[in-house]
Nanobody
Framework: QIHLVESGGRSVRSGGSLRLPCAASIDPYRYPTYCFAWFRRAPGKEREGVASIDSDDQTTHAESVKGRFTISQDKAARMLYLQMNKLEPEDTAMYYC?????????????????????WGQGTQVTVSS
């Protein structure tokens, strides 16, 4: 099991940027064997996948964030990141990082929440117009 801790969420104006880090408490030699992802849940909506990154650094981004958000990782530091640019009010949500052992289940999509087994507590991002 991996302990995940997100941070960096705050209120920001439309058009602004944020970078969300997620720290993974896991043995360094095990980190590279996992698929990591960011999900978000907006008020009244289902949790949706935002982006995922595989152990070979292959990334997938949801259509709604392509060109604006970028997922990345620092394997040595066991850190996952989500760079969010050109934020819109529709991006307001609780953002969660998640992990699953092995390769990402679907190389072309972020996948379902049930594909991931470990979750952080979330960090709130609020975008005002």
């Amino acid at each position: 099991q991996i302990h995940l801790v997100e941070s960096g969420g705050r209120s920001v104006r439309s058009g602004g940027s944020l970078r969300l880090p997620c720290a993974a408490s896991i043995d360094p030699y095990r980190y590279p064997t996992y698929c990591f992802a960011w999900f978000r849940r907006a008020p009244g909506k289902e949790r949706e996948g935002v982006a995922s990154i595989d152990s070979d650094d292959q990334t997938t981004h949801a259509e709604s964030v392509k060109g604006r958000f970028t997922i990345s990782q620092d394997k040595a530091a066991r850190m996952l990141y989500l760079q969010m640019n050109k934020l819109e009010p529709e991006d307001t949500a609780m953002y969660y990082c998640a992990a699953a052992p092995g390769h990402c289940a679907d190389p072309e999509h972020v996948g379902k929440p049930s594909d991931y087994f470990d979750w952080g507590q979330g960090t709130q991002v609020t975008v005002s117009s």
